[in-house]
Nanobody, 115 residues
Framework: QVQSVEESGGGLVQVGGSLRLSCSAS????????MGWYRQAPGKERELVSL???????NYADSVKDRFTISRDNAKNTVYLQMNRLQPEDTAVYYC????????WGQGTQVTVSA
């Protein structure tokens, strides 16, 4: 069972730059069905960014397709989000998500893209 989910890798970047987020789940885990990322910008609702199944199936929000790439290491229960060509509208708190019977959320990591 998942005990915790923890993100890392946020920060400040200029427009057009790149960042890589990482998220690791800990606990007595055999396999996590789905892992991924959501984000919440100031004054807006939390929205889906990208998800990946333990079989490698992925989906992306239209706003990040062709710029962001999600991947995961099942052996490490870790998911990554490579974010390229970042834009100011990508500024948000990014939350890691894991689903294994229940939903688990990380505390969030801030991504700020400066113009």
């Amino acid at each position: 069972q998942v005990q915790s989910v923890e993100e890392s890798g946020g920060g400040l970047v200029q427009v057009g730059g790149s960042l890589r987020l990482s998220c690791s789940a800990s606990g007595r885990i055999f396999s996590i069905d789905v892992m991924g990322w959501y984000r919440q910008a100031p004054g807006k609702e939390r929205e889906l960014v990208s998800l990946i199944t333990n079989g490698g199936l992925t989906n992306y929000a239209d706003s990040v397709k062709d710029r962001f790439t999600i991947s995961r290491d099942n052996a490490k229960n870790t998911v990554y989000l490579q974010m390229n060509r970042l834009q100011p509208e990508d500024t948000a708190v990014y939350y890691c998500f894991a689903h294994q019977s229940n939903d688990y959320w990380g505390q969030g990591t801030q991504v700020t893209v400066s113009a």
